[in-house]
């Protein structure tokens, strides 16, 4: 399951370029930073106040009491962090000044509607930063195992509440990575271990197979 | 000459049962600790709290390091203290969801960003806001905080909800720095809410850990205008872990 998440993170790395300014979820999402490229300068978002989150404090010399990330943990910032209130943060998402968002889902439709904010059986937590995230970053992508015990997550339409309408551009799975198109869900690289039929099979709407389908690369 | 400066105590003689108060701080960090230690003693009741979440509870971590008290709403929630709170995040702080199934507490979620702009409405004038943050969600379908019917409206194509003002009591903030006039600054990330709080109220409270005499620093440093503030209390100091 570890190598799994691995794969995910270090595919989802590679899609940002030189320059580009990201939003980073918590949980799997998080840990795409530690797979960027070493020569091209990415800046992270945290919703709570700033541009240029570096890394969890885990040894108390480093530890600033006024820094936090959106998930309260302490953390480090870049020389080049710029501090911001709450209004100014999410100014900079709707604003589409984050160019892409990185979350996991609890379900994402064929039309790209996701539904991550509630979850089944659980005490409702509040969606927090979620929804401006995802109603404003021009791109939403969802990093996150391709079935949640086996039960498909990209479906023909969400059954729980949504997160944000028709958002979602790109989702990459242990099986593969997929785009959300005008007319479905295209499937651009399938990793090796997994067949077409097995892809589908593990998804609950139709998959359209990209003509120029690669292989899913791993380091 | 007006004098700004209040006891906490004296800060807070005005809260009375039933209010609506907002709270600055993101999980607890920049929440003004010495003005929610004064609503406690004084022991009102039945508040109405907008703030982004429940602050923390005693002995809740956050990250590696684990505080021994509860922090910022965190102590109204543990003394019982909120009939209604309204915010972007209710998960972490147990006490909310224990208080909503014992039918004490309610809650009404607001996307951190729209919370931001409902607050900053009210301070600045605005009759409300227009944002697609929502479209297609619970967010357009349930009522809000004060239970009326959410609007929307379309613009060249787009789909936005028309969020209407939040406007509170006291609002209580707590500068890293402020000078004696209530001009002030938060550092790095205690920014969070502390900035369009100011003003969103009938009485703007701030409790900086720093108190500076008015030109002692250069004025170009602070962000809020001290004419958003009422009253200053002296005595908060920088979080302990």
Request: proline share 4%.
């Amino acid at each position: 399951m570890a190598d799994l998440k691995e794969r995910i993170a270090r595919r989802c790395a590679k899609e940002f370029e030189d320059g580009d300014f990201i939003n980073l979820g918590i949980g799997l999402p998080t840990q795409v930073a530690d797979y960027v490229a070493e020569d091209i300068m990415v800046t992270f978002h945290s919703e709570n106040g700033f541009a240029g989150i570096d890394a969890v404090v885990e040894d108390e010399k480093d530890l600033d009491v006024d820094i936090i990330n959106s998930g309260g943990f302490y953390v480090t910032a870049l020389e080049r962090v710029k501090y911001f209130d709450t209004a100014e943060s999410f100014g900079l998402v709707r604003g589409k000044h984050v160019k892409a968002t990185v979350l996991g889902a609890m379900q994402v439709a064929e039309n790209g509607d996701l539904a991550n904010w509630i979850v089944p059986g659980k005490k409702v937590a509040g969606m927090g930063g979620a929804m401006d995230l995802c109603a404003g970053c021009p791109q939403v992508i969802i990093t996150m195992l391709h079935t949640q015990k086996g039960a498909p997550k990209i479906m023909k339409e969400c059954t729980l509440p949504l997160t944000a309408e028709r958002c979602v551009s790109k989702i990459i799975t242990e099986m593969g990575v997929m785009e959300v198109r005008e007319d479905g869900i295209w499937v651009t690289e399938l990793h090796p271990d997994y067949t077409k039929e097995e892809i589908q099979a593990a998804t609950a709407c139709e998959l359209h197979f990209d003509p120029n389908m690669k292989a899913m690369e791993e380091e | 000459m007006i004098n700004k400066i209040k006891t906490a105590q004296e800060a807070v003689a005005g809260v009375k049962d039933g209010m609506t108060i907002m709270v600055g701080g993101f999980l607890a960090t920049g929440s003004p600790e010495i003005l929610m230690d004064a609503l406690v003693e004084k022991g009102v009741k039945h508040l109405t709290v907008i703030g982004n979440d429940g602050g923390l509870d005693a002995g809740q971590p956050a990250g590696a390091f684990a505080g021994k008290t509860a922090r910022g709403i965190g102590k109204l929630l543990e003394n019982h203290m909120v009939d209604h709170i309204i915010a972007s995040h209710i998960g972490v702080n147990p006490k909310i969801n224990e208080q909503v199934e014992e039918g004490t507490l309610r809650y009404t979620l607001v996307p951190q960003g729209t919370l931001a702009e409902k607050i900053r409405a009210s301070a600045y004038g605005l009759g409300g806001i227009l944002t697609p943050t929502g479209v297609g969600t619970p967010m357009e379908t349930e009522l809000d905080e004060l239970g009326r019917e959410k609007k929307t409206v379309v613009i060249d194509g787009v789909k936005y909800l028309f969020e209407m003002p939040l406007h509170a009591d006291y609002s209580f903030i707590r500068p890293s720095v402020a000078d004696k006039f209530g001009n002030y600054y938060c550092s790095k990330a205690t920014k969070n809410f502390n900035y369009v709080m100011a003003g969103a109220s009938d009485h703007t409270i701030i409790a900086p850990e720093k108190l500076v005499e008015i030109g002692e620093i250069d004025p170009d440093y602070f962000d809020v205008a001290g004419v958003l503030v009422e009253t200053i209390v002296e005595g908060e100091k920088k979080w302990q872990i």
